[in-house]
């Protein structure tokens, strides 16, 4: 049995992951942290979260895909100019006692981002999808179980040219990605 979990993202170009890869590991270093070397192969910033799916189970299967199909579709519909995506805040989300994704966050700086996931959730809306009102805008390095206090954190990121349709498949570790658009 794998658990899925579908969402969209924006996923930054190979050199980018490696230099946020490079910043993650000096992290570690700098607050004697435990975390693993990083995966930027997984590095991403979450637009909508589209739920999860057990594929053992058929009326979930079905359900999967015909939540896909919509998202698609809703994607497919999207007219949006690539975004940049900067962060400007270094912090730990502490809403559970471990394990504590530790994030690039960030305020105005993100702002095109928050305008892309409103736009995109306008068109998964008219497609007849249900998506999450609340936003938070990151980018994961890592989970530690050592909390990092917020604070000013300058990181210079990415242009988005591209959203993506990610599979999450859970305790695996791995990211597949589904389909893909371009922002123009």
């Known amino acids: 049995m794998t658990v899925h979990a579908l969402f969209f993202c924006l996923r930054p170009d190979p050199a980018t992951a490696a230099r946020l890869g490079a910043i993650s590991d000096d992290l570690v270093r700098r607050f004697g942290l435990r975390a693993k070397a990083s995966r930027t192969e997984r590095l991403h910033v979450t637009l909508h979260h589209l739920g999860w799916y057990d594929d053992d189970q058929i009326d979930q299967a079905e359900a999967m895909t015909e939540v896909r199909q919509l998202a698609e579709a809703g994607a497919a519909s999207l007219r949006h100019a690539p975004v940049r995506v900067d962060f400007d805040q ?95």
Request: a positive charge; hydrophobic letters at 40%; glycine letters at 8%.
């Open 90 to 184: 270094l912090l730990s989300f502490t809403r559970k006692r471990r394990n504590l994704p530790l994030v690039l966050g960030g305020g105005a700086c993100l702002d095109a981002v928050r305008r892309l996931r409103s736009a995109l959730g306008e068109c998964l809306h008219l497609g007849g999808l249900r998506t999450d009102p609340h936003f938070t805008p990151h980018l994961t390095l890592f989970y530690d179980d050592l909390a990092v206090e917020p604070q000013p954190f300058i990181v210079s990121g990415w242009t988005a040219t591209d959203l993506v349709l990610m599979d999450s498949l859970q305790g695996q570790s791995r990211h597949v990605e589904l389909a893909r658009w371009p922002l123009a």
